[in-house]
């Protein structure tokens, strides 16, 4: 028996749950040791119904976890117990970490949060985010992925987006944590920016996005991050969500100001008023953490069209005005400033404007 199959079969006993999975590795060390245990054992442990303990070991619980590793097999994807020295320990330390994380592509940016205060913030907010967010946002992630900062959202509409693809564009990292299996990407419009992250779940392969699943997700956002940024959404939103979590995590907590009368700022002022720290840039998050602005990359060499397009560029340009200053047809214009936004150089901002990255 494996410690990722003794893992599995904790995850998918009846009545468990996180904090009771988290209690039983504590005590015996090990999800292996926990299956070894004796019934006598089993009962010391405290917070355990008779019924929890019957179901530990069952064969039942052996068969689905037999089941997932195989379909994880053929779906390419890595799934990690909570003792497995991957495991993030910052997402550990939190009150009700997942027993069980699904991982879909590069371990990589997983495996950089280390320690109990990664190098590592959350960036969320509503789905119907407004112009002046979404710019935001988009400069927010942009610049602390260019300074080695791993941007945490959770892959919605709106604010998560933003995110994800402004820091993955800078040349960053980012990662996505479902409130369904890896296997179904939500929303699905999202399929092709997820193959650019690394995305995480604690939902088993197949899990369908419930609304009860994202709550959880919300937290898992918050515990893998040594801060989380509220940008926009209303009191009772799921960016709130987080950032209680962040706080109960003992995590630090950060909020955009918005328009006052604004029921998407009121998410945000609520959080200022409490004592969230007010931010207006990534500078401020980086000051806050106490964390030194690493070099930043050297943006790649640049010649021809890009070049030309690059140097025309002052504050936030049209289109039209960029292809006036170079002299370009539309079409060359266009060309270059896609070039220049996938290589992390250049901002597309809302309004169909360009700026220096």
Known sequence: MTELRASLALFFTPGLGAVRVKALIEHFGSAQAVLKAKLLELRDVPGLDAASVA???SEATFARAD???ERAEKLGLTILGLSDSRYPEALRAIYDPPPVLWVRGDLAPLEALKGVIPRSVGVVGTRKA??????FTQKLAHDLALVGVTVISGLARGIDTVAHSAAVDAGGSSIAVLGCGVDTIYPSENKALS???TVISAYS???PPNAYNFPPRNRIIAGLSSGSVVVEGDIDS???ITAVAALEAGREVFAVPGRAGDPLARGPHKLIKEGAALIESAAD?????HWKAAPPRIAPALEGDEATVYNALE???LLDDICLRTNFPTARVTVALMMLTLKGVVLELPGGRYSKG
């Open 67 to 69: 089941t997932e590793l």
């Open 205 to 207: 392969i197949g899990t």
């Open 285 to 289: 998050v980086l000051e806050a953490l």
């Open 130 to 135: 407004s112009t002046f967010a979404k710019a």
């Open 315 to 317: 504050n936030e340009m």
């Open 238 to 240: 799921g960016a709130m």
């Open 195 to 197: 193959d650019r992250l």
């Open 55 to 57: 179901a530990i070991g």
